[in-house]
T-cell receptor, first 121, second 112 residues
Framework: GAVVSQHPSRVICKSGTSVKIECRSL??????MFWYRQFPKQSLMLMAT?????????EQGVEKDKFLINHASLTLSTLTVTSAHPEDSSFYIC?????????????????FGPGTRLLVL | GENVEQHPSTLSVQEGDSAVIKCTYS??????FPWYKQELGKRPQLIID?????GEKKDQRIAVTLNKTAKHFSLHITETQPEDSAVYFC???????????FGQGTELSVKP
């Protein structure tokens, strides 16, 4: 159980185009999903917290108009990188928090997706 | 906000030796501390976690200790094996929404 998928796994695009990345929780409901970015040989940096049915909460320094997040259902969150540029090339990873059967917010285990490697030419 | 510092950045040990990775956190409100193992190009895998009401937790060759007063927590791997080679990340969860703040990572190399 607790499987999170991401699509696509790898994408190459031209500078100026937009790219959408999907994050799905396959066997559990996730009212909260998180989006991280990881540059080579660096740590995971939290970009935003995605809440089902409400606006995402962005971390300081992350442009909300550039990284559009939509969490329309309990199993799907999407990240759209708008007008991508070479400096946006990175490994984007989502995670989903499993609230468990009781729905208590204390169930804090996060399950990560396999990541999406974005290369902007 | 929360800040997590992790040391060392690289660690090389001989097979069979122990490895210790240390982290400190800044926000005393943090109450959940997971450790992740990440192999190249893959997703982080949770290997062990500890909550602030516990001082130590062990799972076979892996153990984590937590000192709330000093805001330190450490990962201990005993009897290391070559397949333990990977990048390890500590993290801390602050109270607001459970978001994880990661340490900088430790690249562990276990030499046969």
């Amino acid at each position: 159980g607790a499987v999170v998928s991401q699509h696509p796994s790898r994408v190459i695009c031209k500078s100026g185009t937009s790219v959408k990345i999907e994050c799905r929780s396959l066997d559990f409901q996730a009212t909260t999903m998180f989006w991280y970015r990881q540059f080579p040989k660096q740590s995971l940096m939290l970009m935003a917290t995605s809440n089902e049915g409400s606006k995402a909460t962005y971390e300081q320094g992350v442009e909300k108009d550039k990284f559009l997040i939509n969490h329309a259902s309990l199993t799907l969150s999407t990240l759209t990188v708008t007008s991508a540029h070479p400096e946006d090339s990175s490994f984007y990873i989502c995670s989903a928090r499993d609230l468990g059967t009781s729905g208590t917010p204390h169930q804090e285990t996060q399950y990560f997706g396999p990541g999406t490697r974005l290369l902007v030419l | 906000g929360e800040n997590v510092e992790q040391h060392p950045s690289t660690l090389s040990v001989q097979e069979g030796d122990s490895a210790v990775i240390k982290c400190t956190y800044s926000d005393s409100a943090s109450n959940y501390f997971p450790w992740y193992k990440q192999e190249l190009g893959k997703r982080p895998q949770l290997i062990i976690d500890i909550r602030s009401n516990v001082g130590e937790k062990k799972d076979q060759r892996i153990a984590v200790t937590l000192n709330k007063t000093a805001k330190h927590f450490s990962l201990h791997i005993t009897e290391t094996q070559p397949e333990d080679s990977a990048v390890y990340f500590c993290a801390a969860s602050i109270n607001q929404g459970g978001k994880l703040i990661f340490g900088q990572g430790t690249e562990l190399s276990v030499k046969p």
